[in-house]
């Protein structure tokens, strides 16, 4: 017994040791208006990573983050490239408009700077093939933040459907997200300003939320392009949401199953959730950890819990230090390949929704 407890400290005193004396990553932020620039700026107060620079062009708006999280003003400026061959990041962070994330890929990827940006990828196909070619050019990773990626009940459901093979063949996947709108919940107004812009965020909720659904969509079909795409957008709130959609439904037709992805402003409640058919039975997600089952036999459905640590990392910001530091091995969800699906999709329901037709995929 003594024995054990010696060697248990010794592996633990080991452990804390690796990480007390592996660097941290050092990252650069571009853009602030983004409302999930809060989690980056909360995560820095732990070790793994370093701030070493932030691109804004707000001053107004960097010095209320600086004021709210104590980040020094002068790692900030308003011109990317200055930044960057100041701070010498490894890796960027983008929170500026969608719209903005090719100017990023195109200033970071040529110096070998990894980035991170914000669901989704860009706003049109074309954008997101330019910026794979860049990263695949100056072989840096391009990865794509999703909330739902770090959700421990979608890992196990992926795991239900193709490890176990517990429901059989996917058949049909329905996913819900959305909320109460983006004005409705509070988001601040520098976020609103290009949230609601079909130039800054390419739709509105068909891109906003509408995006979760087509990543999950394509991971669980493991890669598989839809043949088509058909989508029908509304404007159920054309006094708050002029300019954009407020309620989308997307079809992706495969073909031996369908994907059906529920993307609204106008839920009574936040929601994340998703529905997983297959030939024998189902998976349910509820949130982040709770899911509800049914298998061949069963009689009525299961409870079933996911802890967290199912997911590839606890947040983005672990992942991406890990996986640059070669802790972690890549992750579908964040990955290129799967996002320039996801955009491809994105871009073809946005013309579906426009001209009432179903558009085939190349």
């Given at each position: 017994m003594k024995q054990a407890l010696l060697l248990l400290t010794f592996l633990v005193t080991q452990?804390?040791?690796?990480?007390?004396?592996?660097?941290?990553?050092?990252?650069?932020?571009?853009?602030?208006?983004?409302?999930?620039?809060?989690?980056?700026?909360?995560?820095?107060?732990?070790?793994?990573l370093e701030l070493v620079g932030i691109y804004e062009t707000d001053r107004n708006r960097a010095?209320?983050?600086?004021?709210?999280?104590?980040?020094?003003?002068?790692?900030?400026?308003?011109?990317?490239?200055?930044?960057?061959?100041?701070?010498?990041?490894?890796?960027?962070?983008?929170?500026?408009?969608?719209?903005?994330?090719?100017?990023?890929?195109?200033?970071?990827?040529?110096?070998?700077?990894?980035?991170?940006?914000?669901?989704?990828?860009?706003?049109?196909?074309?954008?997101?093939?330019?910026?794979?070619?860049?990263?695949r050019k100056h072989k840096v990773q391009l990865l794509t933040n999703y909330e739902t990626t770090w959700y421990g009940s979608n890992h196990r459901a992926y795991t239900v459907a193709h490890t176990d093979k517990a429901i059989g063949d996917i058949r049909k996947i329905v996913v819900h997200d959305g909320h109460e709108g983006p004005k409705e919940i509070g988001c601040n107004p520098e976020f609103l300003a290009w949230l609601t812009d079909p130039v800054?965020?390419?739709?509105?909720?068909l891109f906003d939320f509408g995006c979760y659904g087509a990543n999950l969509s394509t991971w669980l079909m493991q890669g598989q392009k839809p043949i088509s795409v058909e989508a029908v957008t509304q404007q159920i709130k054309p006094d708050i949401y002029p300019k954009v959609d407020d309620e989308a439904t997307i079809i992706l037709t495969y073909p031996k199953a369908q994907a059906i992805v529920q993307a609204s402003w106008n839920w009574p409640f936040s929601r994340k959730d998703m529905e997983v058919y297959g030939q024998t039975g189902y998976v349910h997600t509820i949130d982040g950890t709770r899911m509800r089952a049914r298998y061949k036999g069963d009689k009525a459905e299961r409870a079933m819990e996911a802890p967290q640590t199912e997911a590839p990392a606890t947040d983005p910001f672990t992942y991406l230090a890990k996986l640059l530091r070669g802790e972690t091995k890549p992750d579908a969800l964040t990955s290129l390949e799967n996002n320039l699906i996801v955009v491809q999709i994105l871009d073809a329901a946005r013309q579906s929704a426009k001209t009432g037709k179903a558009v085939i995929l190349k």
């Open positions: 452990c804390v040791m690796a990480q007390s004396t592996q660097k941290p990553v050092r990252v650069a932020i571009s853009g602030l208006t983004h409302a999930h620039v809060h989690e980056i700026l909360n995560r820095l107060k732990r070790p793994g010095q209320q983050l600086a004021k709210q999280y104590g980040f020094d003003m002068a790692l900030v400026s308003p011109s990317l490239d200055a930044m960057l061959d100041k701070a010498k990041p490894e890796a960027v962070l983008d929170f500026g408009a969608i719209v903005d994330h090719r100017k990023t890929v195109e200033a970071a990827a040529p110096r070998g700077i990894h980035i991170m940006v914000e669901k989704p990828l860009a706003t049109t196909y074309p954008d997101a093939q330019a910026m794979a070619a860049l990263a800054g965020n390419g739709a509105g909720a």
